[in-house]
């Protein structure tokens, strides 16, 4: 069963670099089937999808976020990563990693990480 | 981006009643829609996708209906463990994007 575990600080400063990681187990980000990517959520915007990646390396962004995100794969660790730089208050979120279905489900989240909390702040 | 609009944004309900929840979509998404269901301190759990079709181990007290841009989630005889917030997604068109979500309470 594919579990998905975030990791990374929970308080950034404004302005600074937002970096967290996402391990998956009990299966393979190189696998041609699925994508995988990250969705926040904080109480007053609800829940965001930021983006995803392919097994190709290809990348998938909500063009609200395009200019400032980044994610990348790690095959070697079986993880992928989120970057979100020049972070504002309005970044403070619960961020999720996730596993998009292929194909006609593609934007179909299926598996979620357990998420966890990042506050910006100084 | 496509707006999802659920109504009600809580709705009181009792144990054996029948529930529905109602999703909107400001253009059509065809069936291209998710409903998920979200327990306090959880993840989301994916219920339901294309509309209708129960994901996998959901129990058969949920059920999806709907096309085009009006769609709704029914849990036919509410259980104790079904109380939480549910939401839908449009998965139509990039960005994909959620409804504001619909507590469902004692």
């Known amino acids: 069963q594919v579990q998905l575990q975030e990791s990374g600080p929970g308080l950034v400063k404004p302005s600074q670099t937002l970096s967290l990681s996402c391990t998956v187990s009990?299966?393979?980000?190189?696998?041609?089937?699925?994508?995988w990517g990250w969705i926040r959520q904080h109480p007053e915007k609800g829940l965001e999808w930021l983006g995803y990646?392919?097994?190709?390396?290809?990348?998938y962004f909500n063009p609200a976020f395009e200019s400032r995100l980044t994610i990348s794969p790690d095959t070697s660790k079986n993880q992928f990563s989120l970057s979100l730089t020049s972070v504002t208050a309005a970044d403070t979120a619960v961020y999720f990693c996730?596993?998009?279905?292929?194909?006609?489900?593609?934007?179909?989240?299926?598996?979620w990480g357990q998420g966890t909390m990042v506050t910006v702040s100084s | 981006d496509i707006q999802m609009t659920q109504s009600p944004s809580t709705l009181p309900a009792f144990v054996g009643d029948r529930v529905t929840i109602s999703c909107r979509a400001s253009?059509?998404?065809?069936?291209?829609l998710a409903w998920y269901q979200q327990k306090p301190g959880k993840a989301p759990n994916l219920l339901i996708y294309?509309?209708?079709t129960l994901e996998t181990g959901v129990p058969s007290r949920f059920s999806g209906s709907g096309s085009g841009t009006e769609f709704a989630l029914t849990i036919s005889s509410l259980q104790p463990d079904d109380f939480a917030v549910y939401y839908c997604?449009?998965?139509?068109?990039?960005?994909?994007?959620f409804g504001q979500g619909t507590k469902v309470e004692i």
């Open positions: 996730v596993r998009s279905l292929g194909d006609s489900g593609t934007g179909v989240f299926d598996i």
């Open positions: 009990g299966g393979s980000i190189s696998t041609g089937l699925y994508y």
């Open positions: 990646i392919f097994h190709s390396g290809s990348t």
């Open positions: 253009q059509t998404i065809r069936t291209y």
């Open positions: 294309k509309a209708s």
């Open positions: 997604q449009q998965y139509y068109s990039s960005p994909w994007t």
